[in-house]
């Protein structure tokens, strides 16, 4: 296992790093799931910074990545980011899915972020099959930290037993 890579099971809103990710929808407005734990715990400036990159730029394409303070939150930052809704493979999924890691984690270079943590992207309501979603989750991480040694830390945060069963067996 890479020894800049992490793997816990806990919940990603109380996360004490300089970024945590969030599986946003591409309206940014908070919705099921991750995102709306983390727009609940965070509060009030998560939703007017997210309205403000709307207001800016229009939704967040899926595979894009956008920043945000993080609220209430204990990171500094969110980092919200849009997964592949799963229709069978057929529609270049695990790419989009790739994409989500590499350009949260490139924003996070960007804005000198060191430590980072990631939910399980896509496989919630989007329906992604958790073993493949893992898969792509740590190859995509993997190969981001061969080029770039600026993040010190990645920390995959699995929510339920079967997302943290599947990372622990594929990460070692």
């Known amino acids: 296992m890479n020894s800049k890579i992490k793997l816990i099971k806990g919940?990603?809103?109380?996360?004490?790093?300089?970024?945590?990710?969030?599986?946003?929808?591409?309206?940014?407005?908070?919705?099921?799931?991750?995102?709306?734990?983390?727009?609940?715990?965070?509060?009030?400036?998560?939703?007017?910074?997210?309205?403000?990159?709307?207001?800016?730029?229009?939704?967040?394409?899926?595979?894009?990545?956008?920043?945000?303070?993080?609220?209430?939150?204990?990171a500094r930052y969110v980092i919200h980011t849009v997964g592949p809704v799963w229709n069978g493979g057929h529609k270049n999924e695990p790419e989009l899915l790739a994409n989500c890691y590499r350009n949260s984690l490139q924003l996070a270079v960007d804005k000198g972020i060191k430590t980072i943590a990631f939910p399980n992207i896509s496989t919630g309501i989007y329906h992604y099959p958790k073993a493949e979603a893992a898969q792509v989750a740590i190859n995509a991480v993997n190969n981001f930290l061969k080029d770039n040694d600026s993040i010190a830390e990645v920390t995959f945060v699995c929510f339920d037993e079967e997302n943290f069963a599947l990372y622990k067996d594929l990460l070692g």
Do not use: F, Y
């Open 11 to 74: 919940d990603i809103t109380k996360q004490h790093v300089d970024a945590v990710v969030n599986a946003a929808n591409s309206s940014l407005m908070g919705g099921g799931g991750v995102d709306g734990a983390i727009h609940r715990a965070g509060g009030k400036q998560i939703l007017d910074d997210c309205m403000d990159i709307i207001n800016r730029q229009g939704r967040c394409k899926t595979g894009e990545a956008v920043i945000t303070t993080g609220g209430k939150l204990p």
